[in-house]
């Protein structure tokens, strides 16, 4: 079955520092893969995409993300976290040869500590 | 630009009455998705329009679900009659044209329904 798994269900960081949120699929071929931010009581946000290229993504507001196709993960970066960055994070994965469908992770809450 | 507008934010009401949701996409997207996002978890896909056509309902549960896209602009998604199970957010996204498979979904804020 077509999967996302985020392992981690909170990761805690101090401002300044570096943080990853990991995804990881199950997914056969070559899938296209997302990040989106949630904060509370809004929308999710688009923060960056993969599809075909070099493996690290750059996207909004400081965030990248690294496509790893051996070990069919897709991991959320940061250099140095700030505290706004504070929020609920989703991977989601487009199979290929769905022109629609995403499937999402179940999310990552991310806290950034002062 | 405007984003993807929802109305209304949040809604409460009893078991076995009806409720609707609207939502109207960014202007020029002519897809549109549908999603429920339960408590904890991750969105999940109701219904895909591209422009007025249902093109994906395989996961709208049809016996109480229904949605419309009429001029393939904005939508209304229904739930009739509303069980306690369809508390969760409601969320409505859309796309613009020309990029397949690698097109980015815009999301609006989301109705939170609450079904008592």
């Known amino acids: 079955a077509q999967s996302v798994a985020q392992p981690e269900d909170q990761v805690n960081v101090a401002e300044g520092n570096p943080l990853t949120v990991k995804c990881t699929y199950s997914?056969?071929?070559?899938?296209?893969l997302f990040w989106y931010v949630q904060y509370p009581n809004r929308g999710l946000q688009f923060l960056l995409k993969y599809i075909t290229g070099d493996n690290l993504v750059k996207g909004s507001y400081g965030f990248e993300a690294e496509f790893n196709k051996s070990q069919t993960s897709f991991h959320l970066k940061k250099p140095s976290a700030l505290v706004s960055d504070s929020a609920l994070y989703f991977c989601a994965v487009r199979p290929p040869g769905n022109t629609g469908k995403l499937i999402f992770g179940q999310g990552t809450t991310l806290q950034v500590k002062p | 630009e405007a984003g993807v507008v929802q109305s209304p934010r949040y809604k409460i009401i009893e078991k076995k009455q009806p409720v609707a949701f609207w939502c109207n996409p960014i202007s020029g997207h002519n897809t549109l998705y549908w999603y429920l996002q339960n408590l904890g978890q991750g969105p999940e896909l109701l219904i895909r329009?591209?422009?007025?056509?249902?093109?994906?309902d395989s996961q709208l549960p049809k016996d109480r679900f229904s949605a419309e896209r009429l001029k393939g602009v904005d939508s209304t998604l229904k739930i009739q009659p509303a069980e306690l199970g369809d508390s969760a957010v409601y969320l409505c996204?859309?796309?613009?044209?020309?990029?397949?498979?690698?097109?980015?979904?815009?999301f609006g804020p989301g109705t939170r329904l609450t079904v008592l």
């Open positions: 997914v056969s071929g070559n899938p296209y």
């Open positions: 329009y591209e422009n007025e056509e249902a093109v994906d």
């Open positions: 996204a859309s796309s613009p044209p020309g990029q397949g498979s690698a097109d980015t979904q815009y």
